[in-house]
């Protein structure tokens, strides 16, 4: 797995599923969100308000210091690193 503490938010919310091998179903019924909101939140077309990017953090088991990192690449103050 890529160094997720670099990575831009949609990129990170990917990279944790995957890691955790569950579906985009798997992770909205965990953080009670529907599945067009995470399928929104992973493409980047939309960002999560803060309880849903609380309910995210919880269920995808993201820290708040990664979580800021990711923030840090969104405003490009750290370069993102490649997920491929």
């Given at each position: 797995m890529a160094d997720v503490e670099h990575l831009p938010l949609a990129a990170?919310?990917?990279?944790?599923?995957?890691?955790?091998?569950?579906?985009?179903?798997?992770?909205?019924?965990r953080a009670k969100l529907s599945i067009g909101s995470v399928s929104n939140y992973e493409a980047g077309?939309?960002?999560?308000?803060?309880?849903?990017?609380?309910?995210l953090m919880v269920a995808l088991h993201i820290s708040a210091s990664t979580l800021y990192d990711s923030m840090l690449v969104e405003a490009g103050e750290v370069r993102p690193l490649s997920v491929d």
């Open positions: 990170l919310l990917r990279s944790r599923r995957a890691a955790l091998g569950w579906s985009q179903a798997e992770i909205a019924t077309r939309r960002s999560p308000d803060a309880r849903s990017l609380a309910r």
